[in-house]
């Protein structure tokens, strides 16, 4: 059993190196695309190729290593000069690179793989790869190879036992390790693991040569085993798998219909006369072959199995759940803890033997307890933290794809890619990024005879940056495009009723309006956008990750997108407001200023909705004690007293009434959901320096549930919060 | 650990038809849960309210860093309130349904015994008709001659009736 789970781990390091190797293929196709045929391009794509050919080999993923190799043929051939990359080449590779990408995205979480779409792509390549001689054989080969798969897979089913069995011949195989294999790190199970991938495999072992126990020395192998196996596979394929313990053992293949040449084919040294007459006594009937018993260890074969069966169960895709981290990061971390043990161990002194003259170093101690605690939480935070080049990095052929797709022109600028973001806010962040990239390809950016005839280069520029300001990572999506047509939305939204017709928005609020659901300008649908589901899914996703984005555009100019991230999402960097008595933290993220109350400042509009008047505006007012019915005294109280905090949802400000300012502090989030259930306005808890519990303020979603309940009959601006 | 807890552990080995209950009072009733759902007893500690819950969630507390429920039983079954005293206790149970467990507190007048109780010696639920609810009571058993209300803690705090207590919530629409 531990055998398996180290054989998953295993694998699970390949996945991640060959998904990294991938990358490099992708880039490096990409940088040739855009003319740049340096040969140290190429031969980082070869060599991440061959890097992927040779893993998937070792660990027995044959669809994989056999569609690389013809890859990697491809490729050999523009590295030696004899072909002239083109442009359908490189789409021909990028697309196996995907299928790639694809297949091992499928084996790593055990589901079907795609052989059709493999062998298609692997005729096209061997199209390309013209009639040369040497690359025939190779073609047929692997052909042969994917047929072999086929037969094998289909073996599976009862009802082709009998073909599957004429088609396979029962090779018998004689296999005496050395002694002292097993200490130079050979498995014999590997192998055998390997050699039932090939086949049906039957195991016997011989325990002939067994000493007595007291003479047994544990890391020598003793043992000899007799295999069958039934296969298709021919003998150098079948000499392939041994081909590591070669020199430490002795080796006979037999092939049954033709008994004296294999008997020549003795490798290495002779076999010993005791087994030959074994195999000559033992005749075997293929009929009677059973797959042996670790089938269900071995994963290559498994998965062949499944690739057919359609209705095997699909495991449920697993997120990759690890990541690397840098040697010096976990270096500084054991620093950090060794001295926090010193000054546990200065600390507890005083437990021992106080008296009053210590007071000063207990401070100190306490200082130093402080800064190492806060100095731990900072780097193990920092583990957390990756690039987002990672993100960044599928955009180059995200872009090159849809442009080429539109018809458009399109360079695409990367900035900032070494900022760091939490892992999980990473991944999450992955498809919103995705999907504004592609608007702006869609709708922002316009075709090169649009962009010509409104005096701008052919060329459209869309730039991605990031950066960190302040406690927030913000991302901008930024074009120079035809930028929102906010008569269009106007209209649209007027149709849909979600504006009313004598309603006067500012621009900035209509442009926040494509964030709503079923709002999309452009006529047609088409595959990449324009059904109005997608920005609506962006911004509830950055919601959900604590942050928020913004949009800015002008009219034949471009647009901006901003997203504002926090940190890190286990951090909150809040202020501690009371209410009652209770205390509350709202997200400093949020805030935009708090303001003393002044009575005159306050008006009560008509259905009970009060607004502040601040600088000119009117702002609506929401009281904690009101929303939250706590505390009814306290309410009455702060009606024309208290603080208000003037917060931004959506573009929109609103203030929000509470009776004291505490604290700012950096604050743990605990989950609500995980004991209790999600609660609106309430985006989790954490626990006080005294041990007590307060409730995080969502504040979005706290003035959205306000908005909707309270002011529903009052405002006509309710959707467009 | 008396003579008859040690027993009561000894006889675990051989007994697999019982079950051990942990008993509490309420209201002058005695009621039990299994005590393997139970992670510990603790004293009243004042909680945190949570806005727009109904009243018988007295709001959340921190438990070693978590973020857990309390549940007034009295509340929640509709008995007349008391000021809680010395020997009201929180007894902490671990709900279990099929996506995940959650740790929910739940106050009682106080803790009683420790009881093994013979499956066989536990009757069901007598059927009160539509009156009276009583899908989250296991059975009814005897012990020292008083009868013991046991309460499927699985059902009595399953999401549904937390679902339902919100869905008259007006303001969380």
């Known amino acids: 059993m531990s055998m398996d789970l180290d054989l998953d781990e295993i694998n699970e390091i390949f996945f991640e190196e060959s998904f990294e190797g991938l990358d490099v293929m992708e880039t490096g196709l990409l940088n040739l695309d855009q003319g740049d045929a340096d040969s140290e391009v190429i031969n980082d794509i070869f060599r991440a190729a061959h890097s992927i050919k040779g893993g998937a080999g070792t660990f027995g993923f044959m669809e994989i290593s056999e569609f690389t190799h013809v890859v990697e043929t491809l490729l050999d051939e523009v590295r030696s000069g004899t072909r002239q990359v083109s442009k359908d080449d490189i789409q021909l590779l990028l697309k196996s690179v995907d299928y790639l990408r694809d297949t091992m995205t ?19 390549i061997s199209a390309v790869l013209g009639n040369g001689g040497q690359d025939d054989s190779t073609d047929k080969k692997n052909i042969d190879e994917a047929a072999s798969e086929d037969s094998k897979s289909e073996a599976g089913a009862e009802d082709n036992v009998d073909k599957f069995l004429e088609s396979q011949k029962l090779w018998t195989i004689i296999f005496e390790p ?18 039932e991938s090939l086949g049906d495999l039957e195991v016997e072992a011989l325990t002939e040569s067994l000493p007595v126990f007291e003479k047994l020395e544990p890391q020598n192998c003793y043992l000899s085993w007799k295999l069958y196996l039934c296969t298709e596979a021919t003998r150098d394929e079948i ?93 500084a971390l054991l620093d950090l ?5 010193i000054t546990q161990s200065m600390l507890k002194r005083f437990g021992n033997e106080y008296d009053s003259d210590s007071l000063k170093e207990l401070g100190d101690g306490l200082t130093q307890l402080e800064r190492y605690t806060r100095e731990l939480q900072e780097n193990v935070m920092d583990i957390r933290m990756l690039p987002i080049s990672s993100n960044f990095n599928r955009f180059p052929r995200l872009v090159h794809d849809i442009s080429g797709k539109l018809g458009k022109k399109v360079e695409l600028k990367l900035s900032g890619e070494h900022t760091e973001l939490d892992k999980t806010v990473l991944e999450k962040i992955g498809d919103p990024l995705v999907h504004l990239v592609r608007n702006s390809l869609d709708h922002g950016i316009e075709t090169p005879d649009v962009r010509v005839a409104a005096g701008k280069p052919e060329t459209g520029v869309l730039h991605l940056n990031a ?131 002044n009575a005159d400042q306050v008006n009560d509009v008509a259905g009970g909705a009060r607004v502040y008047h601040m600088r000119g505006n009117y702002i609506p007012v929401i009281s904690l004690n009101n929303v939250f019915k706590h505390d009814h005294n306290a309410s009455v109280k702060n009606k024309n007293s208290g603080l208000l905090v ?31 259930k999600q609660m609106d306005g309430l985006s989790g808890a954490t626990i006080l320096g005294d041990g007590t519990v307060a409730l995080i303020l969502d504040v979005p979603g706290f003035v959205q549930s306000f908005l909707s309940s309270e002011i529903h009959k009052t405002s006509p601006h309710k959707h467009a919060a | 650990m008396n003579t008859s807890e040690a027993q009561l552990i000894e006889e ?57 429920p309390i549940i007034d039983l009295r509340k929640r079954f509709e008995l ?70 046991l309460l499927e803690i699985n059902k009595l705090i399953s999401f549904d009736v937390i679902e339902e207590a919100f869905s008259n919530d007006e303001v969380n629409t």
């Not at chain 1, 499928?106 to 096209?124: H, P, T, W, Y």
């Not at chain 1, 050395?178 to 050699?195: K, T, V, W, Y």
């Not at chain 2, 079950?19 to 909680?47: D, P, R």
């Open chain 1, 337 to 341: 803890v060794g001295e926090l043990v």
């Open chain 1, 239 to 331: 000499l392939e798998v041994f081909d590591w313990v070669m020199e430490e053992c002795d080796l006979e293949i037999i092939e049954p219909e033709n008994t004296t040449e294999a008997t020549d084919e003795v490798l290495e040294e002779e076999i010993s006369k005791e087994t030959e007459n074994i195999i000559a006594n033992k005749p075997i009937q293929s009929n009677e072959t059973q797959p042996t018993k670790n089938n269900e260890s071995n994963n290559s074969t498994t998965e062949k199995k499944v690739t057919k069966s359609k209705a095997a169960p699909k495991p449920v895709a697993k997120e990759s759940s690890s990541i690397r981290v840098s040697i010096e990061k976990v270096d």
């Open chain 1, 467 to 597: 950066f960190q300001e302040g406690g927030n990572i913000v991302i901008r999506v930024e074009d120079d495009g035809a930028g929102i047509n906010t008569e269009k939305i106007l209209a649209k939204a007027r149709d849909k009723g979600l504006v009313g017709p004598e309603e006067n928005l500012s621009d900035d609020r209509i442009n926040n309006l494509i964030f709503h659901p079923g709002l999309s300008t452009n006529d047609e649908v088409s595959d990449l956008s324009g059904r109005g589901v997608g920005m609506d899914v962006v911004r509830r996703n950055i919601k959900d990750l604590g942050g928020r984005v913004e949009i800015h555009s002008e009219r034949g100019v471009g647009s901006v997108l901003t997203i504002r991230l926090p940190l890190t999402l286990a951090i909150l960097d809040g202020q501690l407001v009371r209410c009652g008595k209770e205390t509350y933290i709202i997200s400093l993220l949020s805030i935009v200023e708090t303001v003393m109350v």
């Open chain 1, 106 to 124: 499928a084996l790593q979480n055990k589901q079907d793989v795609d052989a059709e779409a493999g062998e298609s792509l692997r005729q096209q």
């Open chain 2, 12 to 68: 675990e080995h051989f007994n697999t038809d019982s079950e051990q209950f942990l008993t509490f009072m309420l209201a002058g009733e005695e009621y039990g849960v299994e005590i393997l759902s139970v992670q510990g007893v603790q004293g009243w500690s004042k909680t945190t309210p949570i806005p727009n819950t109904p009243d018988y969630i007295l709001g959340v507390i921190n438990l070693r860093g978590a973020i857990v």
């Open chain 1, 646 to 676: 003037v917060v931004e949802s959506d573009g929109a400000q609103v203030g929000i009434l509470v009776d004291e300012l505490l604290d700012q502090q950096q604050v743990v989030i605990k989950s609500l959901e995980d004991n209790f």
């Open chain 1, 178 to 195: 050395h002694l002292n294999m097993l200490q130079s790190g050979n498995d014999p199970l590997r192998i055998f693991r390997e050699l």
């Open chain 2, 80 to 149: 007349e309130a008391i000021p809680y005293g010395s020997t009201t206790v929180v007894v902490v149970v671990k709900v279990t349904n099929e996506e995940s467990d959650r740790t929910v507190g739940i106050v009682v007048d106080g803790v009683s015994e420790v009881y093994r109780l013979d499956n066989k010696d536990i009757q069901a639920a007598p059927e009160f008709g539509d009156a009276v609810k009583t899908e989250y009571i296991k059975g009814l058993a005897t012990a020292d001659e008083k009868m013991i209300i």
